[in-house]
């Protein structure tokens, strides 16, 4: 079948995007699903700074590609082997699809499956294979979604079934954002009622983790970030503190506010220096959890001492240490509590033909979270 697509043909792509034009809507070829995947009608998907990270070359994939992997949408076919989705059926995309069986898997963490990575690297399903097309050259999917598409084939296991009730453009969120934010305080960190946390760098994911932390009962909340403007909408959300990161004293400051630093210390930003910020306000026997994907290149640098004579933790959080399966639907299930309202994270919607401009917006720090509608 064929389906409109936004293709990234080359990258890096200089800005500003608007007149660069990265992402051209394309039709392309879409194949139907094969054994244990599912066609997807796309309802709505959120852009992210991984999908950015791709286009202005910091996270270099394989071209051309169609990007977007924060999605949701509507079960329109399901291949051979899928007993449990049937179409009509509603489904938030996962960025990292799990094979349930290599070590990672078997420990119940598929947000480190060994296939599922490497099947994102090279930009295929799951299964290994391309179902996009233009012009009998393959296209790759991005990280086994591609939901900047009217339609996207995924993997079976890219996809969690949720309750019909939910709106496209919120269910969209939960596949990355809240996915990563809310699971890096809840399942890194295991914030406890009445602990305190910080978070640094206020995107989409960071914020995320502010909702996730008044969530978990955390009794102080720091926001840290650049700017004034999402440092006010932290307040909003329920963050107890907030400081400026370009502020030279913000480690002491913050430090001498909390006495000493904080229980646990999320860096969502994806840069050294706010990594490295994070890592100063933990307080001794503290955890600092890293979920923001910085530059591959990127290096960092600590005294190898504090981790023995403080008893420190520096942590990844990948995906938020998530079983999707398990989590977007109590995640779900707390947004309609009133309990995670993520919503709030959302700045603006648009249709297809814009999301270059969109990006310029997303770069500018201008919004938290743009959704693509179709």
Request: charged fraction near 20%.
């Amino acid at each position: 079948m064929k389906t409109r697509a936004a293709v990234l043909r080359k990258s890096p792509v200089e800005r500003p995007y608007a007149h660069t034009r990265p992402l051209s809507i394309e039709a392309v070829e879409l194949d139907p699903p094969g054994p244990d995947e599912l066609l997807v009608k796309i309802g709505a998907a959120g852009l992210c700074h991984s999908d950015l990270s791709v286009i202005n070359g910091d996270r270099p994939r394989p071209v051309p590609m169609v990007l977007g992997h924060e999605a949701a949408g509507t079960v329109e076919a399901v291949g051979s082997g899928v007993r449990d989705v049937a179409p009509g059926d509603r489904v938030v995309m996962s960025f990292m699809p799990s094979c349930g069986h290599c070590l990672p898997c078997a420990e119940g963490r598929p947000a480190l499956c060994i296939p599922g990575a490497e099947a994102n690297g090279r930009g295929t399903l799951l299964s290994g294979e391309r179902r996009l097309r233009c012009e009998e050259v393959q296209v790759n999917h991005h990280l086994g979604v591609s939901g900047f598409a009217d339609y996207a084939v995924v993997s079976r296991h890219s996809a969690v079934k949720i309750e019909a009730d939910l709106p496209m453009v919120e269910a969209a969120l939960f596949g990355c954002a809240v996915l990563t934010g809310v699971g890096a305080v809840v399942n890194t960190c295991q914030v406890r009622p009445g602990q305190s946390v910080a978070v640094v760098g206020l995107g989409g994911v960071g914020l995320a983790a502010i909702l996730g932390a008044i969530a978990a009962g955390a009794e102080r909340i720091i926001a840290v970030d650049l700017s004034e403007d999402k440092l006010k909408l932290a307040l909003l959300l329920g963050a107890t503190e907030a400081f400026r990161a370009g502020d030279p004293d913000a480690a002491e400051k913050i430090r001498e506010a909390t006495r000493g630093g904080v229980d646990h210390a999320v860096e969502a930003a994806g840069s050294v220096k706010a990594l490295d910020l994070a890592y100063r306000i933990t307080r001794r026997g503290g955890l600092t959890a890293s979920a923001g994907l910085a530059h591959p290149a990127s290096q960092i640098s600590i005294p190898a001492v504090s981790l023995v004579a403080e008893e420190r933790t520096l942590r990844g959080s990948y995906m938020g240490s998530c079983v999707p399966s398990r989590d977007i639907p109590r995640f779900i299930a707390l947004y309609q509590r009133g309990r995670l309202p993520v919503d709030r994270l959302l700045s603006s919607t648009g249709p297809l033909e814009e999301i270059n401009e969109a990006f310029d917006l997303l770069d500018q720090g201008r919004v938290i979270r743009h959704v693509i509608m179709f």
